[in-house]
Antibody, heavy 114, light 112 residues
Framework: EVKLVESGGGLVQPGGSLKLSCATS????????MYWVRQTPEKRLEWVAY????????YYPDTVKGRFTISRDNAKNTLYLQMSRLKSEDTAMYYC???????WGQGTTLTVSS | DIVITQDELSNPVTSGESVSISCRSS???????????LNWFLQRPGQSPQLLIY???TRASGVSDRFSGSGSGTDFTLEISRVKAEDVGVYYC?????????FGAGTKLELK
């Protein structure tokens, strides 16, 4: 059974940092590119990061470029999202998703507030 | 960036009816390989989004044949036949033809 389990969310002050994790199982992690997607409190879905299966290629939207870094550890079957210089507009539920968006985790919540 | 537009459904639907949900893109999603890079998702209350349709018209694994996708390069439709209570939720379309990947705002399906 394919599973993706996000963790690491929480309450952070503006300007702060946080690292999210997405532990995977049930498939060959190193065969798949991966994504992070967030859902705002208004329920809008926003793509925030992409990483190739080997980790050598990454993409970000302008809204997070330079502040967020996606990475992966194929030996640990785990995806990460390092977030820095956080803003209130980064407040959202963060999901990891497998390459074709065919499997999503249950999400982890980030709140950026003072 | 490609803008994806979804309309709100005008009225709740009755179980057993059919419903069409529309999605429009500001740019053609037809890629040079001949494939149209549009996904449809359903997010049921309290759950993560679930992939229903990919490449505009291909049902994802395990998805009921009551769901079908169609369209052109910029105008797309998700048809749901014989609506059931389990179909209630928000339907999102997403373009994957270019980065940044973008989603529509969602269309909420409610039952009478």
């Amino acid at each position: 059974e394919v599973k993706l389990v996000e963790s690491g969310g929480g309450l952070v002050q503006p300007g702060g940092s946080l690292k999210l994790s997405c532990a995977t199982s049930g498939f060959t992690f190193s065969d798949y590119y991966m994504y992070w997607v967030r859902q705002t409190p208004e329920k809008r879905l926003e793509w925030v990061a992409y990483i190739s299966n080997g980790g050598g290629s990454t993409y970000y939207p302008d809204t997070v470029k330079g502040r967020f870094t996606i990475s992966r550890d194929n030996a640990k079957n785990t995806l990460y999202l390092q977030m820095s210089r956080l803003k209130s507009e980064d407040t959202a539920m963060y999901y990891c998703a497998r390459g074709d968006f065919d499997y999503w985790g249950q999400g982890t919540t980030l709140t950026v507030s003072s | 960036d490609i803008v994806i537009t979804q309309d709100e459904l005008s009225n709740p639907v009755t179980s057993g009816e059919s419903v069409s949900i529309s999605c429009r893109s500001s740019k053609s999603l037809l890629y040079k390989d001949g494939k149209t890079y549009l996904n449809w998702f359903l997010q049921r209350p309290g759950q993560s989004p679930q992939l229903l349709i990919y490449l505009m018209s291909t049902r994802a694994s395990g998805v009921s044949d009551r769901f079908s996708g169609s369209g052109s390069g910029t105008d797309f439709t998700l048809e749901i036949s014989r609506v059931k209570a389990e179909d209630v939720g928000v339907y999102y379309c997403q373009q994957l033809v270019e980065y940044p990947l973008t989603f529509g705002a969602g269309t909420k399906l409610e039952l009478k």
